[in-house]
């Protein structure tokens, strides 16, 4: 399991976020749905929110987030004010209407 960590936490480093998220439902389903748990200890959403590569899949980015959350990543880093405006801003699109 410190191998497939190391992996995992590697692809997460490199911004692979697909890719990570791939690797730890593919592990959990070779062991029953357990190890890994805390794969996402002392990691961030944000940066996943900020992927643009992620933008066109809203529901594969709600699900990467779901899963690191649940996995130990912390929701906000630094100021939780920019961080919170950049969800609101990327997951409903607001709109310019005038």
């Given at each position: 399991m410190k191998t497939y960590r190391r992996i995992v936490l590697g692809l997460a480093e490199k911004?692979?976020?697909?890719?990570?998220?791939?690797a730890v439902i593919e592990y959990r389903k070779r062991h029953d749905g357990t190890g890994l748990n805390d794969f996402?200890?002392?990691?961030?959403?944000?940066?996943?929110?900020?992927?643009d590569q992620l933008q066109q899949s809203?529901?594969?980015?709600?699900?990467?987030?779901?899963?690191?959350?649940?996995?130990?990543?912390?929701?906000?880093?630094?100021?939780?004010?920019?961080?919170?405006?950049?969800i609101l801003n990327q997951t409903f699109c607001l709109i310019d209407l005038s």
């Open positions: 911004g692979h976020w697909k890719q990570m998220h791939i996402a200890e002392g990691l961030s959403v944000t940066q996943v929110i900020k992927c809203k529901d594969l980015l709600t699900e990467i987030i779901d899963n690191m959350l649940n996995s130990g990543a912390t929701l906000m880093e630094g100021n939780w004010k920019h961080c919170l405006d950049n």
